[in-house]
């Protein structure tokens, strides 16, 4: 399988377990910059990115949400 983007793992910490299931697979497609766009106009919600180069990336809400 070719990947197209970024994005080699996502995790969605959100309310909504099929809310995070829709978000994790969007963020995926969408890649880790376009990703985190998209997770941070969401209220509650963060996303936490891995990348295929082993680098991760993080929502402006993920450490809130986690810690």
């Known amino acids: 399988t070719i990947n197209p ?3 080699e793992s996502v995790t969605v ?9 829709a978000l994790s ?3 995926f497609v969408a890649g880790s ?9 969401y209220e ?5 990115f891995i990348l295929a180069d ?3 990336r ?8 986690t810690d």
């Open 5 to 7: 983007n970024d994005v």
């Open 13 to 21: 910490c959100c309310p909504s377990s099929t809310q995070a299931d």
């Open 25 to 27: 697979t969007a963020l």
């Open 54 to 56: 082993g680098s991760t």
């Open 58 to 65: 993080e929502s402006a809400r993920w450490q809130e949400l």
């Open 44 to 48: 509650n919600t963060a996303a936490y």
């Open 33 to 41: 910059e376009r990703g985190i766009t998209l997770v941070d106009s």
